[in-house]
C-alpha cells in the first residue's frame, strides 16, 4: 500500500523524526528528509534537502512530488534567557512556510505536524516509572521561565 508513495519528514535528524522516517522506510515509503545541514555526514544516511523553517520556499523541493508531509521541525533554544519570541514566532513562521510549500504541490494528500516533546516535559512534578506522560502531563510555562528553559517557552 505504501509502495511507490513518497513523504518529506521535516527536522528529520530530531529524535522523534528520525523513529518516523525509520518506520516509513520500513514500510516501503520513499522519504525525503530536510535537515538544517545537509552536508553533515552523521545527518545523511538518507537522501538530505536543505531547508530552514524561515526561509519562505526552503522546502519547495523536499516535498515537491510527495504524497505526505510530516512536520517535526521546529526551534529547539536549549540556552537560557530565551523569549517566547525566540520560540514561539520561528516555529509559527516555520509551520506557515512548510504549508505553503504543501500548497503549491497537487499531490499531497496529507500533512501531519507534530509538536515538541518539550511541551510534556518540564512541569517540576517528579517523572517516576509509574507516570504516564500524556495531555495532563503538559509542561507549566510558570516552571519554565523560572527555570530559564527556553526549550519550553512556547506553551502558552
Not at 509551520?95 to 516533546?117: D, E, F, M, Q, Y
Not at 523560572?146 to 519550553?152: A, P, W
Amino acid at each position: 500500500m505504501s509502495e511507490g508513495k513518497v513523504v518529506c519528514v521535516t527536522g528529520a535528524s530530531g529524535y522523534i523524526a528520525s523513529w518516523l522516517v525509520k518506520q516509513l522506510l520500513q514500510l516501503g515509503y520513499t522519504v525525503k528528509a530536510t535537515v538544517r545541514d545537509p552536508n553533515d555526514p552523521k545527518k545523511t544516511v538518507l537522501h538530505f534537502f536543505k531547508a530552514s523553517l524561515l526561509e519562505e520556499g526552503s522546502f519547495d523541493s523536499a516535498i515537491d512530488a510527495c504524497d505526505g508531509v510530516f512536520h517535526t521541525a521546529s526551534p529547539v533554544p536549549l540556552f537560557s534567557n530565551v523569549s517566547k519570541a525566540d520560540v514561539v514566532d520561528p516555529a509559527l513562521k516555520g509551520t506557515l512556510n512548510v504549508l505553503r510549500s504543501c500548497a503549491k504541490v497537487p499531490s499531497i494528500r496529507r500533512v501531519i505536524l507534530t509538536s515538541s516533546i518539550a511541551e510534556v516535559l518540564f512541569n517540576g512534578k517528579p517523572l517516576t516509572p509509574d507516570v504516564t506522560v500524556d495531555e495532563t502531563w503538559f509542561s507549566d510555562p510558570e516552571f519554565c521561565e523560572k527555570s530559564k528553559l527556553g526549550i519550553c517557552l512556547g506553551k502558552p
